[in-house]
């Protein structure tokens, strides 16, 4: 067998546990309820469940809800339904918020060790007094203030004396330090704000920084998994739970996941959604979880993605055809099979009884075991592609051709006697006959084609609407633009098809399962489906064209 190599963050846990350093390891994923998951989130949880599953420890989901404002039930929802969708169980579900009153006492703590002091500056001040990379900030003189006076005035900002903007707290480290994030930074600000688990209990609240690493070390967790952009904010995290004396969390970064084509930051997908570019978080083509459920993506190809991408220590970007590629190796294994027609040419099999009708046994899918078969109905009147059939074909054309043959899959060989054109002089029928001795499974014709196309009979086909789709943006790399990412917006990112007709056996099509339309791609039943309209959405083409 294959000796599956370990990552870096594997390499790290690995080494701990040898040392003896944990005994069983703990990680969480983190999300803001701000918005929807997408696809880099769903790196992280890969990434965060992965290695407890594997090493054996446990993973919390925690909502990092300490921004009253941006916060909604909702989300929490949705984002637990999509950890779910993926795979995973979490062993505790948790909130920051749970945290408020502990992280008050936390504050109250350095405040007492005369590391935190209530400031009175406005920003403006604050900004000014920070310095910069190569000049060190300036001390004010609130930074002198007493333990009592700062115990005193952080109660106060507490219980609602003070109104938004006017205090906060900070921490007491060196306003000369060379990374600027440990430049006394703001711990706790005033917000007068309702929020989403506790009302109106509290009107300050804790910055990320102050909320984050203690929330880890609360939940004892062993491997704090984020983001490169959190490198720097590393030096703070350790400080405070050095000066907390708590449970020594340690936090490692990977670099996060950016795809080509691909928009991934919730605020600007929520401005597609309240803009309305897209018909909602879970359109098809949105990079969300939800989205990419809708179209027909499956978990399955998503861990596999994960899995190949594997955890980088740098920036890049990772090519959008790698994740179709997943998906379509997955879904050739459990995609049932089935005939659609998306432009079609009525043909006319002239020596087939007219309203007669046989059901032909078709293969679901051969990749599959035991996948089944289907009866197809086949009559004399049936639809095939526009484009398989050609009236001047090139030399090594398998397909229809006037007097040539074709074999319709799982039926009989045809052979095209005549085209009937329209005054305009455009192709509207074609007439063909048929070798009843070439049915498929029991040909005992004798004659050799080297075409195979599908079709549909005309007096049992159902029509459909189809939805295709191509990527939302059109630049590669959306991180990199400097103008507005709206401008990037690829107009023909959906097509819809509503002259596309399949063989009835789709009626039965339900949610959540997955077809390949013979030659056409693979596609799923899309919930704007009603009883008299069936809609498919196009999950991916059978290739990448590119
Ligand atoms: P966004 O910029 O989309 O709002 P975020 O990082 O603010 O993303 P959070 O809800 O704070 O979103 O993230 C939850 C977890 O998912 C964090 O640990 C974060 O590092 C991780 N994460 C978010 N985006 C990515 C990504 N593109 N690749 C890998 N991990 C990510
Ligand atoms: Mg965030």
Sequence with gaps: MEEKSTNFIEDIVETDLKAGKHTIIATRFPPEPNGYLHIGHAKSICLNFGLALKYGGKTNLRF???????????????????????????????????????????AMKLINKGLAYVDDSTSEEMAAQKGTPTVPGTNNPYRSRSIEENRKLFIEMKEGKYPDGSKVLRAKIDMGHVNMLLRDPVIYRIKHAHHHRTGDTWCVYPMYDFAHGQSDSIEKITHSICTLEFV?????YDWFIEKLEIFPSKQYEFA???????????????QLVNEKYVSGWDDPRMPTL????????????????????GV??????????????????????????RMVVFDPLKIVITNYPEGKTEMLPSENNTEAENAGVREVP??????IERDDFMENPPKKYFRLSPGGMVRLKSAFIIKCEEAIKDANGNIVELRCTYIPESRSGHDTSGVHVKGVIHWVSAAHAVNIEVRQYERLFNTEDMNAIEDDFKNHLNPHSLAVLNNVYAEPA???????????FLRMGYFCLDPDSSDTKLIFNRTVTLRDSK
């Design 290 to 309: 939800s989205g990419a459920r809708r179209r027909g993506y499956t978990a399955k190809a998503f861990r596999d993605f994960c899995d190949k991408i």
């Design 506 to 516: 789709l009626i039965n099509a339900k949610f959540g399962e997955h077809f390949q």
């Design 64 to 106: 990092d809800d300490t921004n009253p404002v941006t916060e909604e039930t909702e989300y929490v929802e949705n984002i637990k339904n999509d950890v779910r969708w993926l795979g995973f169980e979490w062993a505790e579900e948790l909130y920051a918020s749970d945290y408020f009153s502990q992280l008050y006492e936390f």
């Design 378 to 383: 086949f009559g004399c009147e049936l639809f």
């Design 312 to 337: 980088a220590k740098r920036d890049n970007l990772i090519d959008l055809s790698l994740l179709e590629f997943c998906v379509r190796e997955h879904l050739n294994k459990i995609a049932e099979r």
């Design 232 to 236: 720097p904010h590393r030096e703070l």
């Design 256 to 270: 996060r996941l950016n795809m080509s084509y691909t928009l991934m930051s919730k605020r600007k997908l929520l």
